[in-house]
């Protein structure tokens, strides 16, 4: 069974550019939930959809943030225009409908460089 | 409100030897998860073990084991005899049924570097 998968790995943008991240959650789950870690600080919760319904956007941190989840499967993270505060790693985690947060699984992670 | 602190930001140590990674947390629901998780250099999180807040025996999984204590708020995570491949950031992490156990509130992580 294929895990989360993210993509791109590592991406590096200027400030004032706009950058999307992909999370391919794994097949069958409902639940999808985006966390960002910032250099040297703890993972941040910022959103939670249940198949292509947002849930839970309450980490979100501005309007430069657009999440998608079109159809309920992969999902997007749209920055836009990305500031250089923006720059860590970006998780995405899924899991099954009745599983919630506690039996989610992680990807490897989108490292964002906003310079 | 829900914290999970890890005063620990960086530790070194000698291959072979024990390290104790501490974990502290904060929460006013009596029913919780808490976890730990290991972020090595390739960057994935990689899931160790999921405790409930009824379970407060200790568990052992080969070189790892895990000291739960709710009367002090911790959930220490202990290696013995470490080696080079432990070498990662380790995040402690709680979830709760404020959250509706969907929330998973992560500690800063404590980086671990195994010296050969």
């Known amino acids: 069974e294929a895990g989360v998968t993210q993509f791109p790995s590592h991406s590096v943008i200027e400030k004032g550019q706009t950058v999307t991240l992909r999370c391919d959650p794994i097949?069958?789950?409902?639940?999808l939930y985006w966390y960002r870690r910032v250099m040297g600080k703890e993972i941040k919760f910022l959103l939670h959809?249940?198949?292509?319904?947002?849930?839970?956007e309450s980490g979100m941190p501005n309007n430069r943030f657009l999440a998608e989840r079109t159809g309920g499967t992969y999902s997007t993270l749209k920055v836009q225009p990305a500031e250089l505060e923006d720059s860590g790693v970006y998780f995405c985690a899924s899991s099954h409908l009745d599983r919630g947060g506690t039996e989610a699984f992680f990807g490897q992670g989108t490292r964002l460089t906003v310079v | 409100a829900q914290k999970v602190t890890q005063a620990q930001t960086e530790i070194s140590v000698v291959e072979k030897e024990d390290v104790t990674l501490d974990c502290v947390y904060e929460t006013r629901d009596t029913t919780y998860y808490l976890f730990w998780y290991k972020q090595p250099p390739s960057g994935e999180l990689v899931f160790l073990i999921r405790r409930n807040s009824f379970d407060e025996q200790n568990e052992i999984s080969g070189r790892y084991s895990w000291n739960f204590q709710k009367s002090t708020s911790s959930f220490n995570f202990t290696i013995t005899a470490s080696q080079v491949v432990d070498s990662a950031v380790y995040f402690c992490?709680?979830?709760?049924?404020?959250?509706?156990?969907?929330?998973?509130?992560f500690g800063t992580g404590t980086k671990l570097q195994v010296i050969p």
């Open positions: 097949s069958g789950h409902d639940n």
């Open positions: 992490a709680l979830s709760s049924n404020s959250g509706g156990y969907q929330k998973v509130t």
């Open positions: 959809f249940v198949k292509e319904s947002k849930q839970d």
